[in-house]
Nanobody, 119 residues
Framework: QVQLVESGGGLVQAGGSLRLSCQAS????????MGWYRQAPGKQRELVAT???????NYADSVRGRFTISRDNAKNTLYLQMNSLKPEDTAVYYCNSRPYLTYGTNDYWGQGTQVTVSS
């Protein structure tokens, strides 16, 4: 199993920046792709960005150019640098891990961290 713990959320004004972190523990050797998802009140959870173990990235159109996903495999830590934040970025942000198929198909999720952007 993999345990994920997010940190770094908070309240920021529009145009500001935040950096989210996600610490992974447990069977971290099994992790291939990691990602950030978010869920705003009354909306479905949506993809923000993903990154493979070798560094291939994917971004939602709404955040491309403003957010940067990165990971430190030695520290088992995932990051999300969020710049030029907008009120519509307000949501609970969740860390996700997806294993190599060799290790199964179970995704793991963190508990989430709240990001609130005021106008």
């Amino acid at each position: 199993q993999v345990q994920l713990v997010e940190s770094g959320g908070g309240l920021v004004q529009a145009g500001g920046s935040l950096r989210l972190s996600c610490q992974a523990s447990g069977s971290t050797f099994s992790i291939n792709t990691m990602g950030w998802y978010r869920q705003a009140p009354g909306k479905q959870r949506e993809l923000v960005a993903t990154i493979s173990r070798v560094g291939s990235t994917n971004y939602a159109d709404s955040v491309r150019g403003r957010f940067t996903i990165s990971r430190d495999n030695a520290k088992n830590t995932l990051y999300l640098q969020m710049n030029s934040l907008k009120p519509e970025d307000t949501a609970v942000y969740y860390c996700n891990s997806r294993p190599y198929l060799t290790y199964g198909t179970n995704d793991y999720w963190g508990q989430g961290t709240q990001v609130t952007v005021s106008s």
